[in-house]
């Protein structure tokens, strides 16, 4: 008895058609009832009627049907496993990131993956959160590192907490060096790089300056991570980025934190609700969960405040306002050029 004639048998039983159930399983109509024959004379019984042409199933045949149903799927229970083993040798995980987290966390869990697992392909896609859950969305992505809260959160998409870390402002070494810490209110008025609509980052650091009474001044708008970073070190103006990418781009900048209870973002993975990640995928997940508890840890991070969740909790805490400590203003003015003309609205 052969997987494939029960195959058949299936198809014949649920057509009651021996040539829509040949097209069903793309085989020509005489070699599908030649294999049913054979079936039939390996059991020692009639599995179907034939009368005038009505296919109907024998009492032999009944007594098939289920059994054969639950041995195909078995072998196709077996055949995924096999599969999902050898995928950690070969395959492939479509992670997206923001481009923050590219630059600042990834780099160290990727590699450790790849040493792990050099067989297995890794297509990353950089975008805000917004893009990234749509791609999720979709099933064009099987993980996402995204900020919470998410824009539109989702029952459809799992979201755990890898951890919570605070933003930095930014500023050329070539600058003054400025008083430490600075708060949002000091930021009023001081030219700024900002990023390119669609980050994260450039709508929690609107909110807070908007929170605290002004709207930023832009000398630069609309770079990527690399590109705002380089604009800062060139004296263009300050940025505010997260700490994990401060960490890894000292170079040529000055980093100050702002005082409490200063800005935060919560840094979540996600996956959908409906459909297991591929074995792969949940391998990475658990290099990302991994490096993340590290990261806590070595960096400074605070840990995550929740389990997993369709939504999640704040982003940032509440941005600092109020009249600025007595030096704070001129302080932070320091760290960046002279104040130009606002641009035209």
Sequence with gaps: ????QLAYFVAVADARHFTRAADEVHVSQPSLSQQIRALEKELGAELFSRARGNIALTDAGEALLPLARRILADADTARHEVQELAQLRRGRVRLGATPSLCTGLLPDVLRAFHDRHPGIQLLIEEGGSHDLVRELAR?????????LPLPSPSPALTT??????DLVVV?????PEPRSPLRV?????QPMVMFRHGYDLRELTLAACRAAGFEPYFTVEGGEMDAVLGFVRAGLGIGVVPTTVAARSTLGLRVTP???PGLRRTVALAHRSDVAPPRAARVLQDVLQSAA???VTAQGLRPPAAGPSAAGPPAAGPPASGPPAEGATSAARAAAP???PRPRE
């Design 160 to 165: 755990v907490e890898l951890f919570q870390e």
């Design 171 to 175: 500023s050329s070494a070539e600058s």
């Design 185 to 189: 209110a000091d930021l009023e008025g």
């Design 1 to 4: 008895m052969q997987l494939q």
């Design 338 to 340: 002279p104040r130009g």
């Design 293 to 295: 508890r590290r990261a």
């Design 139 to 147: 099933g064009a992505l099987d993980l996402a590192l995204v900020v």
């Design 258 to 260: 702002l005082a409490r």
